[in-house]
């Protein structure tokens, strides 16, 4: 059986995270705890007290419902690009791709463009729609027209399994991270990480975790562009003399111009890309935050502007991680070295190939500027967490709470009572579980997470908005088998199957290394077939409800004011 | 919405001109866009050579220019989306709601 991808890209590709760039390479437990720094944790102290001082005035202005879950609706459209890049930017983004070019060049590149091409999905097919059909969440959606009950539970299951998935894994990397920029300890990272994604989002609501995803997203790519253009300047702002000196650099010299194992399979390769491409287009704190502009106008725009900044970003990983080719290999300052002073160009590197970026922002700009991007790259993870604990809040309470349990007979302020309690809870359990899942293998996580987004969340909304003879029967029978389909390949591949369970080596029951292009077309007939197949009374008039809601989906008149003011 | 004003935009030869064009442009530019990146993808998973062939005397290869083509396309394909929309498609979106 051909694997598609090499074991470090099954690594990193399920990552999107850390803690697969931890799981990479076992590159950063080579590391290990670094010497407290002092710079970045003082940096990284000053970021905390700004995003205190914006939650606390954010705080005063909640008074709604509608502004705690939608920041009011007035945020604009780049506002909003800002925010979706800062709520989507993570630090393995960051960190493990500009890590993977390090140590394989062209690789990283094709890694990355895979992360960008679902953002163009989203804009033509779903987020005007969205806006135009949904309140709070993407499950108002899926209920315009069919019953909420199930609907909404089985998007509240959705929304949650992505969200726990995703949240293990930036809780874990967390924590390997603090150890090797700041020199603290594991459990630090990920109570202060709990501690402050509740401050954020129970007193905050989407307004506070907004601009904490602008601020960092505006912090991130000031950083990456300052250290792109260092590397740049240093070869006349020539790419090719950048290139060419990587080459003479690195130990795979040419090989790092071309594809190296990423990718060997077509199945595993389009299976992946499936994931990446339709799980973005399905990830529920992605799709929350376009409730927070005005109208389908401004929510185009924000798809916009967030894929110009994400695709940028992406290209300035690319500089940033040939610029760590060719100004960290030949200093040994940078690398653990053997017993006769040699050491493994890749390898040896000091915390890992991960750590490209890191030590490449002190070589171009100091150890300030080293405190900065640790600061940074710890800070993201904060916006993103702050996203996940939000969209799974509310999941609970205006899904779960306010239509299945309370069917609606509640109060606005409960509503939002319940959702503020929901984020304490998400933030102490998500505590606990990255402590519980400090030594395990978590690489796996984020890409389940897209398979998982892929696989219920995206068809369900799709064939909701675009088929009219969906009905409930069909969107929650295929909706669960999207996800059970997702779930189990994951576990009976590899990376759970060898790498976490265990079982011998070549055992895995599942051949390839990303169950989606399986699931997602599971999850596609079976909404289509149990739809047609469903002949009750109920199902006739969700059919003849479908027009109400196309005319609402495609003009927009009579939409939820985004504000209830 | 009121079955009146149901009727109203449903009749309205508007919006049928906007559901057709903006539907069909979606879908056009999704097709190009999957088959931009699914391109990319199966070139490297067929023909790895290819995209390791340096242009011209240099080191830099076809791939570095096709895989920042493909970011590129994805904003530039938004864009074409939003530049339309923002024009065509509200200007029938506010005839529908000026009729009302």
Known sequence: MKRLFSRSFVTLAALGLLSTAAAA??????????????EAVAMFGLFVLFTLGITKWAAARNKSAADFYTAGGG??????GLALAGDYMSAASFLGISGLVFASGFDGLIYSVGWLVGWPIILFLIAERLRNLGKYTFADVVSFRLQPVPVRTMSAIGTLTVVAFYLIAQMVGAGKLIELLFGLDYLYAVISVGMLMIIYVAFGGMTATTWVQIIKAGLLLGGATFMALMVLAQFNFSPEALFKKATEVHPKAIAIMGPGTLISDPVSAISLGLALMFGTAGLPHILMRFFTVSNAKEARKSVFFATGFIGYFYILTFIIGFGAITLL?????????????TYDKVKDLLGGSNMAAVHLSKAVGGSLFLGFISAVAFATILAVVAGLTLAGATAVSHDLYASVIAR????EQTEVRISKISAVVIGIVAIFLGYMFEKQNVAFMVGLAFSV????????????????????????IGGFIGLVTSVTMVVLSKSVWEDVLGMPKGSAPFPYSNPALFSMTAAFVSIWLFSLLDRSATAAQERKSYEAQKLRSETGIGIAAASAH | MSPEEMQRIRSHPAYEELVRKRTSFGIVLTIIMLVIYFGFVLLIAF???????PIGAGVTTVG????????VSAFVLTGIYVRRANSEFDALTRQISEDL
Request: hydrophobic share 45%.
């Open chain 1, 453 to 476: 987004a892929a696989s219920i969340n995206f068809p369900v909304l799709v064939m909701s908005i675009f088929s009219k003879n969906t009905t409930t029967k069909g969107a929650v």
């Open chain 1, 25 to 38: 390479a076992g590159a950063i437990e080579g590391g290990g705890k670094q010497p407290l720094n002092l």
């Open chain 1, 329 to 341: 290999m030949n200093d040994p300052s940078y690398f653990k070295l053997g017993a006769n002073g």
């Open chain 1, 408 to 411: 609606g007979r509640v109060s």
């Open chain 2, 64 to 71: 570095i220019p096709l895989g920042v083509f493909v970011i």
């Open chain 2, 47 to 53: 023909d790895k050579s290819l995209l390791a062939t």
């Open chain 1, 75 to 80: 945020i604009t459209g780049f506002q909003n």
